[in-house]
């Protein structure tokens, strides 16, 4: 028995967050922050109480800036750093946990989190290889909790838009696409420089449209190949890559073929006039979807602020800081309404009804593939396979292609000059039709 059906009677759900940096910052914190002060209330689970219960992190110290800058926005909560922290939290009888640390570090957290039987919820990408999300999935289901991966972008208003108008008919059958994420120096040269080292930015971003081409346009991954550029972040034959290009086809049912290309930055200047730049383009058989981060939002010039303090181009429907009408100061968007809806899928199962009929809303809650690990298999093969890609092009062997489901085997690598492909994975990564 997990440890949260032992609380019903309670009204609450004690939260763990592990990593304390800009994402804890940016998104958890004001949805602790909302939920202390207002609870979570739905109609199928009533009123809950969300605390923050414990922390951990590699020192501690942005945890306990944290606590002295919070006051009485947040309760009270133990803090744990440490080689040691993850078990020491577990230890506090939390009933859910949230990951937010580099992606390289999520498997490791996720997993003992998952064997100590807590719910789930994991920052994208869930890990880096099929075979850890395997055992991500078998543990979330002996252990009857849920195992979930936060993929904000599926809640922005404008990738909403773009799957209604798909889901409905409206724009058919997606034949090619094109998606841009440049991010700012800063980024890699500050906010995440102490976990850069030997990573890509594909996997930090590229994955947000991996989830959203597979989750808006269905169909079976079929190929994957990626080349980067490296250089200003460090080494130019070394394994940190300043950008990455990524190309998936995708089959379908009708037998027509599909193409994505994904590109990712994090070496744009700092004074660009937007914090982030993004930019997709979908084309369809009877129609075209373009959509583009700085033209659909604000410009606004501060003198001696902008644009590196303060951006001229602002996201304000990811994360922003308001003043209501009301006067009450408030954080909110999609960055956000994640973690909330999370924590409302949570509730629902172990509040929503009687003892009796948890297992039919665990199954009820697993069976939303936005952002349930079991719908995962074909985003994190596509992470697999750029990683495998990547690293083989910084050994020295560039131009790799991975081919999914081939000859029997879930990913296999194929390198120019080589006499066998090298099987990444193998076990299928999803079923042939019937």
């Avoid at 209330?41 to 590699?58: D, I, K, M, N």
């Avoid at 890509?200 to 989830?211: D, F």
């Avoid at 080589?418 to 990564?429: D, H, I, Q, W």
């Amino acid at each position: 028995m997990n440890t949260v059906q032992g609380k019903i009677g309670d009204r609450a759900l004690r939260a763990g967050m592990v990593g304390t940096g800009m994402i804890f910052d940016e998104t958890y914190r004001p949805f602790f922050e909302r939920a202390r002060a207002e609870g979570l209330h739905g109609r199928r689970f009533g009123l809950v109480e969300v605390p923050l219960a414990a922390v951990a992190s590699r020192t501690g110290k942005r945890a306990e800036a944290y606590r002295r800058a919070a006051g009485g926005r947040i309760g009270d909560f133990q803090s744990f750093s440490g080689e040691t922290a993850v078990e020491r939290l577990l230890d506090t009888g939390v009933d859910f946990v949230c990951v937010a640390t580099p992606d390289d570090r999520h498997y490791a957290v996720a997993r003992k989190v998952l064997e100590a039987g807590k719910h789930l919820l994991v920052e994208k990408p869930s890990v880096l290889a099929l075979h850890e999300l395997d055992e991500l999935e078998r543990l979330a289901r002996e252990k009857g909790v849920l195992a979930k991966v936060v993929y904000h972008k599926l809640l922005d208003p404008d990738h909403k838009k773009l799957r209604t108008l798909v889901a409905d008919g409206q724009l058919r059958h997606a034949n090619n696409g094109y998606c841009s994420l440049l991010e700012p120096k800063q980024v890699s040269g500050s906010q995440f420089a102490e976990w850069i080292r030997g990573r890509n930015p594909g996997t930090y971003v590229a994955v947000h449209y991996i989830k959203l081409i597979d989750f808006t346009f269905g169909g079976r991954l079929k190929t994957v190949s990626c080349t980067g550029q490296r250089g200003i972040v460090g080494e130019s034959g070394g394994t940190t890559w300043d950008s990455t290009q990524l190309r998936l086809i995708y089959d379908r049912d009708d037998g027509r073929e599909a193409a994505f290309d994904i590109h990712t930055s994090w070496v744009t200047p700092d004074n660009f006039p937007g914090y982030v730049e993004q930019e997709v383009q979908f084309r369809f058989d009877n129609g075209v979807w373009n959509a583009h981060s700085r033209r659909r939002g604000v410009e606004c010039t501060i003198e001696g602020k902008t644009p590196v303090e303060i951006k001229i181009s602002m996201n304000n429907h990811y994360n922003g800081t308001f003043l209501e009408p009301w006067g009450e100061r408030s954080q909110r968007g999609y960055g956000i309404e994640a973690i909330e809806r999370f924590v409302r899928e949570v509730a629902t199962v172990e509040f929503g009804g009687p003892s009796a009929g948890r297992a039919d809303r665990l199954r009820e809650a697993r069976a939303l593939a936005y952002d349930d690990i079991s719908a995962e298999r074909q985003a994190v093969a596509a992470v697999h396979a750029m990683e495998a890609i990547l690293a083989r092009h910084a050994a020295g062997e560039p131009d790799g292609v991975v081919r999914v489901n081939h000859d029997g085997k879930g990913l296999v690598l194929f390198l120019p000059g080589a006499a066998k492909p090298e099987v990444l994975y193998e076990g299928k990564v999803w079923r042939e039709p019937a």
